[in-house]
């Protein structure tokens, strides 16, 4: 494609192609995005963070990121429909201009780009990092049980074969020490939402531990705001509470990590389907799973946006 | 390049949390090298786990004799796999 009109979202994408989209989104629209590089995965992609501003200067922020666990496609083709929503309808949309107008949104499309490549050559199913463990044969690490809250503890495992590894330490990976580097010296985000697939779920903190959080009525609330206006498009079902209690038991998961760095709307998602594809899910579920998605991510933002904190 | 012939996906449901101990337990034999998609959380919700076509007889027997109910949710993996990249080649060769 030319220009991320001519784009199709409807399909799946290389991680190249996903690079080049960005790329095209930033030089069609360079008063509203801009592209920032917060690091390198292990072999040597780059990290990628769209950021999308009105302006001003360290604004209070919106962080959104998509395929952490690489083989959950339908989260980086959503994100990429999320991208080209958020340039289309700023100005026209009045809920997402007024947030636009007070905050920044960063939005990181491939958060484990090695994983991805690696699912589109070698292992359609590849959840982990790339990165070599001394001492195994087994490669990678999941970075969603790398982060520093509850590491190492139940809910995942010291086995490098694991497919819930947590890695020698938390944030050993540079995928997710990168975001964790940049969360901190932003300062200033208010929500963080980590989207993954599939079993259709909206989760807030925690995971590791059964204590519930101070904000949990709220949080709780909101989900339920949020997954009734996603509900609203197609019917999708979705269930929603704490990691612990709806999911399982997942210690050293990212968004236990910002909650506890003081990000109050700290959610994360599992996308379509219940279980009839689990990763493999058509393509022409691509833009439904997108729409309603956002439904949920708007509430989530616009609430965000009417309580500062 | 992996492949994933002959891997099926069981949807397995625990009656009981007796049952959903044993799925613990299961999901926890790294010898079998299963991947579990949706780990065992309560009796109402399901767990669905991949499991290699080496491990399908160890898997299933052990349900069996524990009179665990399961379902295969994808009878065989790479078969769906393929259907995917048949598809994405489809689509990119409409974009041309």
């Known amino acids: 494609p030319r220009n991320t009109d001519a784009f199709d979202y409807s399909n799946y994408h290389t991680i190249n192609e996903i690079y080049s989209f960005q790329d095209m989104l930033v030089a069609e629209n360079p008063q509203l995005v801009s592209k920032i590089v917060i690091g390198q995965s292990y072999q040597g992609r780059p990290l990628n963070v769209l950021k999308f501003s009105t302006g001003g200067t360290n604004r209070p922020a919106i962080w959104i990121d998509t395929g952490i666990h690489s083989r959950e496609w339908v989260t980086q083709a959503s994100g990429t429909w999320f991208a080209k929503k958020i340039v289309t309808d700023y100005g026209s949309d009045p809920t997402l201009t007024a947030i636009l107008n007070r905050m920044d949104i960063f939005l990181e499309i491939v958060t484990n780009p090695d994983g991805f490549y690696y699912t589109q050559n070698n292992n359609r199913m590849w959840r982990k990092t790339r990165q070599p463990n001394s001492g195994s044969s087994c490669v990678g690490v999941d970075p969603n049980r790398n982060w520093d809250a509850g590491f190492g503890g139940p809910g995942s495992s010291k086995n490098p074969c694991s497919e819930t590894y947590s890695g020698r330490s938390a944030h050993s990976e540079s995928e997710v020490k990168s975001i964790v580097d940049f969360v901190k010296s932003h300062g200033n985000m208010k929500a963080f939402v980590s989207i993954h697939a599939y079993s259709q779920m909206l989760l807030y903190p925690y995971g590791y531990t059964s204590t519930p959080t101070k904000d949990q009525k709220e949080l709780h609330a909101l989900a339920s705001k949020a997954v009734k206006n996603l509900t609203s498009l197609y019917g999708t079902r979705y269930r929603y509470g704490s990691i612990i209690n709806t999911i399982y038991q997942a210690s050293g998961g990212t968004i236990d990590w910002t909650y506890n760095q003081g990000i109050k709307y700290s959610y994360t998602f599992e996308l379509r389907d219940t279980g009839r594809y689990g990763f493999i899910l058509p393509a022409n579920q691509i833009l439904p799973t997108a729409k309603e998605t956002w439904l949920a991510m708007m509430t989530i933002m616009e609430h965000t946006n009417a309580n500062t904190y | ?96």
């Open chain 2, 1 to 96: 390049k992996d492949t994933f012939e002959g891997d099926q996906v069981l949807r397995i449901t625990a009656k009981d949390e007796s049952q959903l101990a044993l799925l613990h337990d299961l999901s926890e034999m790294e010898m079998l090298h299963l991947d579990v998609w949706r780990g065992p959380t309560d009796v109402a919700t399901p767990v669905d786990i991949r499991v290699p076509f080496h491990s399908l007889k160890s898997v299933k027997a052990y349900l069996e004799a524990r009179d665990v109910q399961y379902t295969i949710m994808i009878e065989d993996l790479q078969a769906v796999l393929d259907e995917e990249q048949t598809q994405m080649r489809m689509a990119s060769r409409a974009a041309e």
